[in-house]
């Protein structure tokens, strides 16, 4: 069992940026990858993007170029550097470990994009 815990999320206008943090309460080395996730009311739980312990990425199309995740070993944290927000971005953003045979989420923080 891994515990996650999410920080980071908050308000902000079209064209600005936000960071999350997602703290592992384990040594990310052991864990096989983590992402970011995002659901907004009424829709499903979407991937944003993914990071293995090998540091390979992945992200949604509709982020690509925008965001940026990363990790600090040391930290047993992974981040997600959102910039260029859009309104259509607004959502609760999940953070997920995926350590075998375990999937593992956070409690979620909201993300709101607005003027």
């Known amino acids: 069992q891994v515990q996650l815990v999410e920080s980071g999320g908050g308000l902000v206008q079209p064209g600005g940026s936000l960071r999350l943090s997602c703290a592992a309460s384990v040594s990310i080395f052991t864990i096989n990858h983590m992402g970011w996730y995002r659901q907004a009311p009424g829709k499903q739980r979407d991937l944003v993007a993914r990071?293995?312990?090998?540091?390979?990425?992945l992200y949604a199309d509709s982020v690509k170029g925008r965001f940026t995740i990363s990790r600090d070993n040391a930290e047993n944290t992974v981040y997600l550097q959102m910039n260029s927000l859009k309104p259509e971005d607004t959502a609760v953003y999940y953070c997920?470990?995926?350590?075998?045979?375990?999937?593992?989420w956070g409690q979620g923080t909201q993300v709101t994009v607005s003027s």
């Open positions: 997920n470990a995926y350590k075998w045979p375990s999937t593992n």
């Open positions: 990071i293995t312990s090998g540091g390979d990425t």
